[in-house]
């Protein structure tokens, strides 16, 4: 059974530092995994969508990693910022079925 | 495109009632997904259709949750009777390939059962 661990729970930075949030998978046999962003109260919004033959995306200040064989993606946010502040969601999907999600990071950047 | 929409955003029941919860998809997208998320186990799949047809239930709680596709833009998920424990943000999201192809969600309804 697919499981999805994101490490650390909480973080908290200063404004205008770079960030890593990291996303471990144990079944490395996925189709594509997704990165969202989840405000307070609100729906999720997809950052980044990695296909199970790419290494990485970019999006703006967002960079999105993928090491399947080793079961494990990096989300690299550059210059961060207040707005930033949210629950990042790691989810994995094999083909044909629904999103398997991690628990989220919640990242408070302050100014 | 006006995305996923849900409806109510919001719902608040008394233990016992039925409650239906509504999701239009975005046109053109030929998956759809019910997801719930809770502080305890965080968000996970109810059930998802591809064209219209149930294509895994395993998440369903019981057999007080039954949810329905009639056509490619409407689905709807009905609890019956509802219960305390049920009470969560429930998420519908659409994609515009079977196999795979990013998903994208609605708002949420809240349900709240007392």
């Known amino acids: 059974k697919q499981e999805v661990t994101q490490i650390p729970a909480a973080l908290s930075v200063p404004e205008g530092e770079n960030l890593v949030l990291n996303c471990s998978f144990t079944?490395?046999?996925?189709?594509?995994l997704q990165w969202f962003r989840q405000d307070p109260g609100k729906g999720l919004t997809s950052l980044l969508l990695i296909q199970s033959s790419q290494r990485e995306q970019t999006s703006g200040r967002l960079n999105a990693s993928l090491d399947k064989s080793s079961g494990r993606s990096t989300l690299y946010i550059a210059a961060s910022q207040p707005g930033d502040s949210a629950t990042y969601l790691c989810?994995?999907?094999?083909?044909?079925?629904?999103?398997?999600f991690g628990k989220g990071t919640t990242l408070s950047v302050s100014s | 495109d006006a995305g996923v929409i849900q409806s109510p955003r919001h719902e608040v029941t008394e233990m016992g009632q039925e409650v239906t919860l509504r999701c239009k998809p975005i046109s053109g997208h030929n998956s759809l997904f019910w997801y719930r998320q809770t502080m305890m186990r965080g968000l996970e799949l109810l059930i998802y259709f591809n064209n219209n047809v149930p294509i895994d239930d395993s998440g369903m709680p019981e057999d007080r949750f039954s949810a329905k596709m009639p056509n490619a833009s409407f689905s709807t998920l009905k609890i019956q009777p509802s219960e305390p424990r049920d009470s969560a943000v429930y998420f519908c999201a659409s994609s515009p390939r079977t196999g795979g192809g990013e998903q994208y969600f609605g708002p949420g309804t809240r349900l709240t059962v007392t």
């Open positions: 989810a994995v999907r094999k083909a044909g079925t629904a999103l398997i």
């Open positions: 079944d490395s046999a996925i189709y594509n």
